[in-house]
């Protein structure tokens, strides 16, 4: 990367998990002038379908249409928590070194278990890159990002609040279009729930959260802690 400081950090367990769950929020704030980046724990090898050199080329090509940074490490697929410590300690890291603002996870209610795991070392991280006393042989003091975060990747959570990506939803479509090998269905691939038109649903979800708020598309984000309103009456 070619900046200290991040604003935004996406975290996802494998490539195309951000994308699907807030790759509209990330277009946006990006256009905005925000640094924004995606950090992938593994490189999803036992996919049912593609590769992992594809993949890799596929994320890249997603990177560049979200105007997003994007940071590969190489835990194991399925097997986050038989690494949990290191891999703790790898998102500590990225997270001292680019002092993100606002961190994202995966919401830990999802059906593939991976994106449950990768929530919880989320969360583990980001308490631990604040205390000075964690990993003091890191090369990076330690530091907290204000904010952490939950987008959804499968099925349909009641979100603690939406973001307006009525103007993203090509972008982001767009990029889920650049991960062929996986929402396609090749000569030699096999049926997955990605290839039963998923990006159609994920547009579905997105016009219907939208909808709700009086919005053509929207994402929508968990919380765990209570939001700060400062305007009831638009004063």
């Given amino acids: 990367m070619n900046f200290k400081q991040l604003d935004m950090l996406a975290i996802g367990a494998h490539p195309d998990d951000v994308e699907i769950g807030m790759g509209g929020t990330l277009a946006k704030y990006a256009s905005k002038g925000f640094k924004t980046a995606i950090l992938n724990l593994t490189k999803a090898e036992l996919s049912s379908n593609g590769t992992v050199e594809g993949r890799q080329l596929e994320a890249d090509k997603a990177a560049k249409v979200l105007q997003t940074e994007r940071i590969q490490l190489s835990f194991q697929d399925r097997r986050l928590f038989e690494s949990k410590s290191e891999c703790i300690l790898a998102i500590v890291n990225v997270i001292r070194k680019y002092r993100p603002k606002v961190v994202f996870a995966p919401n830990s209610n999802d059906r593939h278990p991976d994106h449950g795991h990768c929530s919880v070392l989320v969360k583990e991280a980001v308490f631990s890159a604040g205390i000075k006393k964690f990993a003091p042989d890191s ?13 959804q990747i499968n099925g349909m959570i009641v979100p603690d609040f939406v973001i307006d990506i009525s103007d993203f939803i090509d972008k982001k479509l767009k990029a889920l279009s650049c991960y062929e090998s996986q929402f ?37 984000f968990k919380s765990e802690k209570p939001l700060l309103m400062t305007s009831l009456l638009g004063e």
């Fill in 139 to 151: 090369n990076f003091v330690a530091y907290r990002p204000n904010y952490l975060y939950y987008y």
């Fill in 184 to 220: 396609t269905k090749g000569v030699t691939g096999v049926d997955t729930p990605l290839t039963d038109g998923y990006i159609e649903k994920v547009r579905g979800r997105e016009h219907l959260l939208g909808s709700d708020h009086g919005l053509a598309y929207a994402e929508g």
